[in-house]
């Protein structure tokens, strides 16, 4: 039976109960979760393997490769950016990246970007590692890049390039590329921990990322079958072949690599703990520790104001109830707290939201890879819904 480490304040025991059940079910490795209610503290739980390889522990200090909820990062210090008027997410792209207006896409807006209705889903650019770590090849490549679809008319999950997407825009508004740009406006002004790109003396506290269980059947055969057959949904997973389809192929540059724990991939490899990533979502929406909240009144309602919803354009993969506001994932697909949660989930399962009228920070952190059933985060969503006596949908089985 695993030992459960950490903290639950008294009401908030079935979010603890729930984290146990995820263990108890066999669908963990390692994994933590921290809620943050009115600025306060008040989950703070971690249990089991930071590498099963090596039998390490998950500790208080363990962070965590977060996937994609590295890009509710990269909006949070947007809508700062724009708070300070340094950019509006209703003028062109081109107002602040003018070498962007070419192919198609001079008429794009900066939200068009931030709500995945740019169009450049996926780069016909064949890119090295080498090209990754160095960013301007990778800009140079999405500025030739004639978009998949019409900007604006659709929207379509940008995986990868949405971080190099946003991040230039912000590199071009404020001066600061991804990995500053998250130090200064978002971990030091709250004292935490979070970064996309991690220095040396991090990689040593990394968690290990292990494979999603096996899941097996006609359902999961057709899905396979269905990606397989959207190639622009597979180059948008991999930058052409850059990155492993399922993220770990034991190569120098997977998702368990320094070397890409190391660079700057703001889409996908921020590292950070899940204290932080609660603590800075509940700075966005509630004072922390005497601190102004991040976000404004108006920026709150635009973080939950509905962008791209539907079908998708159809050559990426859209799960049916996915919603995007402007840079986030409102409730729908993953389970949030409520219609007042804004925030972004990644591809181990993990998430991390924001609840403006409920004054939450929630973040869950783990290092097992999401299989297409996966329901460990809201498992831990319907129990803090129950533990702040919200109604709840039925419970995930």
């Known amino acids: 039976m695993t030992e459960i480490h950490g903290f639950a304040d008294e009401g908030f025991g079935p979010v603890a109960d729930a984290f146990k059940d995820n263990f108890d079910r066999g669908t963990e490795t390692g994994a933590a979760v921290a809620v943050y209610h009115r600025g306060n503290l008040v989950v703070d739980l971690h249990a089991g393997v930071a590498d099963a390889t090596t039998g390490r522990a998950w500790t208080a200090h363990t962070v965590a490769v977060g996937f994609s909820v590295t890009k509710g990062l990269m909006a949070l210090a947007g809508y700062v950016a724009r708070q300070r008027g340094l950019l509006d997410f209703d003028d062109p792209v081109v107002s602040v990246w003018p070498q962007y207006g070419q192919q198609g896409k001079?008429?794009?807006?900066i939200r068009d970007v931030f709500a995945h209705r740019a169009g450049v889903i996926a780069l016909d650019a064949d890119l090295t590692f080498e090209d990754i770590a160095q960013w301007e090849p990778v800009i140079r490549a999405i500025e030739n890049q004639r978009p998949q679809f019409t900007p604006g008319s659709d929207f379509g999950y940008h995986a990868l390039t949405f971080g190099w997407l946003t991040g230039e825009i912000?590199?071009?508004?404020?001066?600061?590329?991804?990995?500053?740009?998250?130090?200064?406006?978002?971990?030091?002004p709250l004292d935490t921990e979070a970064w996309i790109g991690i220095p040396r003396d991090v990689e040593s506290r990394v968690a290990r990322i292990h494979p999603a269980p096996a899941v097996t059947g006609p359902e999961t055969d057709a899905l396979i079958a269905k990606v397989m057959g959207m190639p622009a949904f597979v180059r948008s997973v991999t930058l052409g072949g850059v990155f492993p389809l399922r993220f770990l192929d034991g190569g120098e540059h997977d998702f368990n690599s320094s070397a890409l724990h190391a660079a700057e991939v703001p889409a996908a490899n921020g590292i950070m703990s899940h204290t932080a990533v609660a603590r800075i979502y509940a700075a966005a929406v509630s004072a922390v520790d005497g601190r102004p909240r991040l976000l404004s009144d108006e920026s709150i309602a635009d973080a939950l104001t509905p962008r791209s919803a539907g079908a998708g354009w159809p050559g990426v993969l859209t799960p049916p109830g996915i919603r995007y506001s402007t840079g986030f994932i409102i409730d729908g697909l993953p389970r949030l707290l409520s219609e007042h949660s804004f925030g972004h989930d990644g591809a181990n399962g993990g998430l991390a939201y924001?609840?403006?009228?409920a004054e939450i920070g929630f973040a869950y952190l783990n290092n097992q890879l999401a299989?297409?059933?996966?329901?460990?985060?809201?498992?831990?969503?319907?129990?803090?819904?129950?533990?702040?006596h919200l109604d709840t949908p039925q419970p995930p089985a």
């Open 106 to 109: 001079e008429n794009t807006t």
């Open 170 to 188: 912000l590199r071009r508004a404020t001066g600061l590329r991804p990995r500053d740009l998250i130090a200064e406006y978002l971990t030091k």
């Open 354 to 357: 924001a609840d403006a009228q």
């Open 371 to 388: 299989n297409p059933i996966d329901a460990r985060s809201d498992r831990l969503t319907t129990a803090l819904q129950t533990a702040l």
